[in-house]
């Protein structure tokens, strides 16, 4: 058995029954838009310093993001989540033809965890409705790639990025139990990135910047998401409300 294992087993054999029995879990996916102003504007100065007109590929595409939760109830209306989401996106200018081909990538990489408080807002035997409100760190990744290949030539180069910043997420979330244990949710919601600057990844002070403005983070966006919701109640009556 891995120390791992043997610290969680311990953490669950310490924690009162009438504490646990107000945890439930929670894993999610949906769809997210994203901003990303700063890398667009990137993209748009790279395209102009092309001797080679570029078609765009994606360009920050809205995209599959995927979410955890530990959640603990502190009252029959009121509870507190520990939430984890990771969010990836990215870009692409490109070109080919008979003699190669040019790209230039933009590849954004996001770990979020926060805090939620959620409150029910209305409830009924079938369902209920709670609204939430979230903030916490938020880590980015950016990689920028380019790559030429004409004829036997061939030329590619690489930088690594990254950033934090503190997100504010609001959110309006629909639970329809299942199973005595389980309900199904679908949640909506927007996420303000605060936005935190880019800078060479170990070097805190190579910071990007166009016209002499540090170039942001921009995960600002919708968040729409179905998930499950697990529960640990021991009093089945309750039915995770």
Partial sequence: MTISLQCA????????VEVLSQISFSVYGGLATYEMGNLKEINKRQ???LPIES???NNFDPGLYLGASVNLRLTRQLSLGLNYQHNSTGSRLGQR???GFYAFDQIVTNRLIGMEPEIIIEQHSFARISISLMTGISVTSLEMKEKLSVYNLQEESSKSFTAASVPLYGGLKLYLPVFDFVSGTVALGYLHDTGGKFHLKGYKNAIISINNQPVKTGWSGIRI???IIFSLDQ???NRLW
């Fill in 55 to 57: 078609v765009k590929i």
């Fill in 9 to 16: 087993l311990t953490i669950l054999f310490v924690i009162p």
């Fill in 235 to 237: 009093v089945k009556t």
């Fill in 225 to 227: 998401n179905a998930g």
């Fill in 47 to 49: 395209a102009t310093s």
């Fill in 97 to 99: 033809d008979y003699s």
